[in-house]
């Protein structure tokens, strides 16, 4: 089955500094991967996703970039606020039938005023 | 409307009682899911229902009992839980062979089981 690596485990960066957190998966047939955000007591929420057929893509402060060849992906956060402060995840899906992500372990991240 | 509600928000019960938790979806979503989420870990998954039919179990023990009532309800009913079964449970939904296959999240109920 597909696994999925995610790093750091915690990030911790200055108000206006930029974040990234990387992940690499297995399964070279997975397609489309999502990035969730998740702050304290709350869902997880999509932030931005990229599909195999895309090398990077932007929304605003945040971009998410794609390597099929390395099998890594990375999400980056431009000027980061302190209500970025949240636990990220990175998944990894095939398309088609039920959607099953496999998610990674998830990254900390701090952002200080 | 692309929201997934969740009830109770709160549960607390003893490891004598029978609960349920309650999910709605109106997006016309034909697949659904229980997560179960320990803090600061990702959601594991627990059961997938695709077009009303139980389709995934991840070995969860027999105190869990999903269910699939119509295409926007999904249930999972609780009895005799352990303290380690505490934790927050999502409920998501997504669409099934499509290609956009975002899944979201309710906000999940959380559990203490005592």
């Known amino acids: 089955g597909e696994n999925v690596e995610q790093h750091p485990s915690t990030l911790s960066v200055q108000e206006g500094d930029s974040a990234v957190i990387k992940c690499t998966y297995s399964?070279?047939?997975?397609?489309?991967f999502p990035w969730y955000k998740q702050e304290l007591g709350k869902r997880p929420q999509l932030i931005i996703d990229i599909r195999s057929n895309v090398g990077e893509k932007k929304d605003q402060r945040i971009a998410v970039t794609l390597n099929k060849t390395a099998k890594h992906f990375s999400l980056h956060i431009t000027e980061t606020q302190p209500e970025d402060s949240a636990v990220y995840f990175c998944?990894?899906?095939?398309?088609?039938?039920?959607?099953?992500?496999?998610f990674g372990r998830g990254t900390s991240l701090i952002v200080h005023p | 409307d692309t929201e997934v509600t969740q009830t109770p928000k709160h549960l607390v019960m003893g490891m004598t009682n029978k609960k349920s938790l309650k999910c709605e979806q109106h997006m016309g979503h034909r697949a659904m899911y229980w997560y179960k989420q320990k803090a600061k870990k990702p959601p594991e998954l627990m059961f997938v229902?695709?077009?009303?039919?139980?389709?995934i179990n991840e070995s969860v023990p027999s105190r869990f009992s999903p269910e699939c009532p119509n295409s926007s309800l999904l249930n999972l009913h609780l009895h005799a839980l352990q303290p380690e079964d505490s934790a927050l449970y999502l409920c998501?939904?997504?669409?099934?062979?499509?290609?956009?296959?975002?899944?979201?999240f309710g906000p999940g109920t959380r559990l203490l089981v005592l």
């Open positions: 229902y695709s077009y009303e039919k139980l389709s």
């Open positions: 998501a939904s997504s669409q099934v062979g499509a290609l956009q296959e975002t899944q979201y």
């Open positions: 399964d070279s047939a997975s397609n489309y």
């Open positions: 998944a990894a899906s095939k398309a088609g039938g039920s959607y099953i992500p496999t």
